[in-house]
Each structure stands twice: as structure tokens, then as C-alpha cells.
T-cell receptor, first 114, second 114 residues
């Protein structure tokens, strides 16, 4: 089965701790994305990567970091510098052929920081 | 940055009724996508549109790419309880010069009363 997996589904952390969210895809997609979703809000882009070993900041990159060492993996680290980290995090991917459209999403990780 | 105006924000309808929602922008888009998100899950792609004037159906769902390339609408016919969820429009702006970033609307929350 091809798809995008995110783990874990729920994550709890204490304030001041860094936490890494996993995103893996077996769709052979070149591009991967991280979004943040807050209640009643749309999706806001954190980081994206169009190719291995390269990534760009999205609209709300402060307090986050990413790496893209493998085509199928794009982990997101929420650092202690992120002022309001509690949110629903969504990973997505798209093929280069789609020209930016048709992003496919994983099931999401709900992060709660107390 | 780019913005999409999605309306209505929420809809409460009776089972069997038809539903219509739309997205508008002040700038031209190359691609329009419609997603559905169930609570606690990632968005699922419903329909992708790539040409101005294009009308595409997926079961009871029909979406159109506006002639001006600045708007799109989604219709759901004969709604059923499982249509409940949040519907997002998204688009790939013409002005992004090859970037794969999508712009998202804030969503239309649909409630269907049996």
C-alpha cells in the first residue's frame, strides 16, 4: 500500500523539550511538506523540500527545523524556541510531475506541550 | 502573501439537500484542488482542476475551475451523513515562479442532519 505515514498519532511533551515528528512516504514523491493546523484554521506551511538535501522555509518556520537526508523521509523538529507548539501537524508529499498541485497528506500528529 | 477566500465558513443542511461552496482570490491560479478533512485526520484530495472552465465530477461531487482563473466552486448533490467534515480549497498561484507551494482556504465546515 502506497501512502504517507506519520508517527506517533498523539505526542505529549513538557515545555522546554525538543520533539521530533516523523513523516515517511513510499509514493516515490520528490517534494514533501510540513503544515501546522490550529482549531478552526486553515493549513499554514512550516517547511518544504523539493529534493533530497534541500529544503525551504515556509510561512511560519521560526522555532522549527527539518532535514531531508532520504527521499522518503522528512522529519520535523519542534524546538523549545517555538512559542506555541501545541497544534495538529500534517505532512504532505507531491510528485515533481504534479507541478505543485495534488499534495497528498498523512494522518497527522497531534502535539500537546504543557 | 496569497490568500484564498472560502465561503461559507459553515453550513448546516438536511440529508438529501445539495450543497455549494466556493473559493475566490484576487490573483490568478494555475491549479485548484478540493480536499475533505474528517476530525483528527489528514485532508483527503477530492478533485483536482488544471484548466480554466474545467468541470470535473467525482461521484456526487462536482467542481469547476472558474473562467477568470480566480475562483472555483464545489457542489455536493444529495448529501448524506458521511459528507460531514471540513472542505478546503487550495490552489497553485501563477505568480510563484515554479514553486510548489499551495495556498489554502480556511475551510467550510459542513454539518448534515439526518
Amino acid at each position: 500500500d502506497g501512502g504517507i505515514t506519520q508517527s506517533p498519532k498523539y505526542l505529549f511533551r513538557k515545555e522546554g523539550q525538543n520533539v521530533t515528528l516523523s513523516c515517511e512516504q513510499n509514493l516515490n514523491h520528490d517534494a514533501m511538506y510540513w503544515y501546522r493546523q490550529d482549531p478552526g484554521q486553515g493549513l499554514r506551511l512550516i517547511y518544504y523540500s523539493q529534493i533530497v538535501n534541500d529544503f525551504q522555509k515556509g510561512d511560519i518556520a521560526e522555532g522549527y527545523s527539518v532535514s531531508r537526508e532520504k527521499k522518503e523521509s522528512f522529519p520535523l523538529t519542534v524546538t523549545s524556541a517555538q512559542k506555541n507548539p501545541t497544534a495538529f501537524y500534517l505532512c504532505a508529499s507531491s510528485s515533481a510531475a504534479s507541478g505543485g498541485g495534488e499534495q497528498y497528506f498523512g494522518p497527522g500528529t497531534r502535539l500537546t506541550v504543557t | 502573501g496569497q490568500q484564498l477566500n472560502q465561503s461559507p465558513q459553515s453550513m448546516f443542511i438536511q440529508e438529501g439537500e445539495d450543497v455549494s461552496m466556493n473559493c475566490t482570490s484576487s490573483s490568478i491560479f494555475n491549479t485548484w484542488l478540493w480536499y475533505k478533512q474528517d476530525p483528527g485526520e489528514g485532508p483527503v484530495l477530492l478533485i483536482a482542476l488544471y484548466k480554466a472552465g474545467e468541470l470535473t465530477s467525482n461521484g456526487r461531487l462536482t467542481a469547476q475551475f472558474g473562467i477568470t482563473r480566480k475562483d472555483s466552486f464545489l457542489n455536493i448533490s444529495a448529501s448524506i451523513p458521511s459528507d460531514v467534515g471540513i472542505y478546503f480549497c487550495a490552489g497553485h498561484p501563477l505568480t510563484q515562479g515554479g514553486s510548489e507551494k499551495l495556498v489554502f482556504g480556511k475551510g467550510t465546515k459542513l454539518t448534515v442532519n439526518p
